[in-house]
């Protein structure tokens, strides 16, 4: 029994044609619409380039951009399609095209909810990217000097100030590092010699931040050195005081950026899927009707249309069973070329009478 089997008419079969026409360049302006998502995200993510430690993030805006390009050309050449399906003539070069263009369809739409999917799942993948690029733009803030590296403490003020983080994970990854170039050290000081001779690695270590971990709403001047030492300040007590330094770290302020971006991205793509999705149900449904007329020189004549011409569990049985003789085929060609090589590998024994 073929599924979702549909009667149909003259004046029905033009009013599907119609509707699939319109609904395709529906799909090409939502093709579009993933393009320019996919374009927006690749220039979020190429923005922060310099606190990602490698480039698998841009994997969802590269996809999102080729699935744009793709639904706006698979769908252009449908419109096309059901447009010329309103006249037989037309609609004859198409035919032999139909098959093989749905079959396209299917795996178009599988590659649409693949990266969908993809948008929803991406946060560990770009968790761990954001934690070991932000670690080593934080090594880097104090390289205002180095070729290559002297933007970086713009970057990781800006970001900062932008976000309203501090740190990788909070402000006291900032002690951890040495942040403060040797440039700006006096090395005659006492204090400076001994921070140095304290660390093992000779890094000049300070329980301080940078500038930009400031939270500006705080009432009180900024406590930005000697933050752990509660007698450097009056009336403060680290500890137990919101410090007006921003708590939050810079990876789940990103993190969260990013996630909701592409959580946002992942549900419009669904959309895209579910009525893509639609029209190729449409599309199929056009073509069994118009294949299926039985005297195709009577254009009011019924005809029938299906998405598939037997059930769904027929049609799958079918599918294994054609995959199971082309794999005994693809075994039985493997044998044959085996045999022949043997075959060539003999050499005739050559009997000498002395």
């Not at 880097?140 to 990788?168: A, H, S, V, W």
Request: net charge positive; with cysteine.
């Amino acid at each position: 029994m073929a599924l979702l089997k549909v009667k149909f008419n003259q004046k029905k079969r033009v009013k599907l044609a119609q509707g699939l026409w319109l609904m395709n360049w529906f799909s090409v302006f939502a093709g579009i619409l993933v393009f320019s998502m996919g374009l927006f995200l690749k220039i979020e993510l190429r923005k922060r380039s310099e606190v990602m430690d490698n480039n698998e993030s841009h994997f969802v805006p590269n996809s999102l951009i080729l699935m744009g390009i793709l639904s706006c050309a698979f769908n252009g050449f449908a419109g096309k399609i059901c447009y010329d399906s309103l006249d037989p003539a037309k609609f004859a070069k198409w035919k032999p095209l139909l098959k093989p263009y749905l079959a396209l369809c299917c795996v178009f739409n599988m590659l649409i909810f693949f990266v969908a999917l993809i948008c929803f799942l991406m946060r560990g993948s770009l968790d761990s990217t954001l934690a070991q690029g932000l670690k080593n733009g934080m090594k880097f803030y104090r390289d205002t000097d180095t070729p290559g590296r002297c933007f970086m403490k713009k970057t990781i003020d800006m970001l900062q100030i932008e976000f309203k983080c501090c740190g990788n994970n909070g402000y006291k990854d900032w002690f951890e590092i040495q942040w403060i170039s040797n440039r700006y050290l006096d090395f005659s000081s006492k204090e400076v010699k001994d921070r140095i001779k304290s660390n093992v690695d000779g890094r000049y270590l300070v329980d301080g931040v940078p500038f930009s971990c400031c939270n500006p709403s705080s009432p009180r001047p900024c406590i930005q050195y000697q933050v752990t030492n509660n007698s450097a300040h009056y009336s403060y007590d680290y500890q137990t005081e919101e410090l007006n330094l921003w708590r939050r770290g810079c990876r789940e302020a990103l993190l969260n950026y990013y996630s909701g971006m592409m959580s946002s991205m992942g549900a419009v793509i669904l959309l895209v899927w579910l009525f893509e999705m639609s029209v190729m149900v449409g599309l199929r449904l056009l073509h069994t009707s118009l294949e299926s007329i039985a005297n195709p020189e009577d254009p009011e004549c019924e005809s029938e249309g299906w998405v598939l011409e037997n059930s769904l569990k027929d049609t799958f049985k079918s599918a294994l069973e054609n995959l199971k003789k082309l794999g005994k085929f693809n075994q039985v060609e493997a044998g044959a070329e085996g045999a022949e090589g043997e075959e060539g590998g003999k050499t005739p024994a050559i009997t000498t009478v002395s």
